[in-house]
């Protein structure tokens, strides 16, 4: 069973930073592309970047590029996400999920307020 569980949100404020954690398990994690997503309030889920299975590979949306950098601990079974420059227009619910540019299955989200 695949579980995924994110931390690391919270509130900051613009131009500031954040470093979002997300734990995996239940399946072997090496074998697995990864993603976040996040869903801003009122709006559906948007893809924001993704990582192959080694980690030498990474893409992201236009909205975060540049300011965000995903990485993976594949001896820890973790997945990253660091963010900068931040903007209110980040605030979101932010998911990691498993594939490439995938949202589900996803975990359940750790909350990032932007805001002064």
């Known amino acids: 069973q695949v579980q995924l569980v994110e931390s690391g949100g919270g509130l900051v404020q613009p131009g500031g930073s954040l470093r979002l954690a997300c734990a995996a398990s239940?399946?072997?994690?090496?074998?697995?592309?990864m993603s976040w997503v996040r869903q801003a309030p009122g709006q559906g889920l948007e893809w924001i970047s993704s990582i192959t299975i080694g980690g030498s590979s990474m893409e992201y949306a236009d909205s975060v590029k540049g300011r965000f950098t995903i990485s993976r601990d594949n001896a820890k079974n973790m997945l990253y996400l660091q963010m900068n420059s931040l903007t209110p227009e980040d605030t979101a619910l932010y998911h990691c999920?498993?594939?490439?540019?995938?949202?589900?299955?996803r975990g359940p989200g750790t909350q990032v307020p932007v805001s002064s």
């Open positions: 999920s498993q594939g490439l540019r995938s949202s589900t299955p």
């Open positions: 239940g399946f072997t994690f090496n074998m697995y592309s």
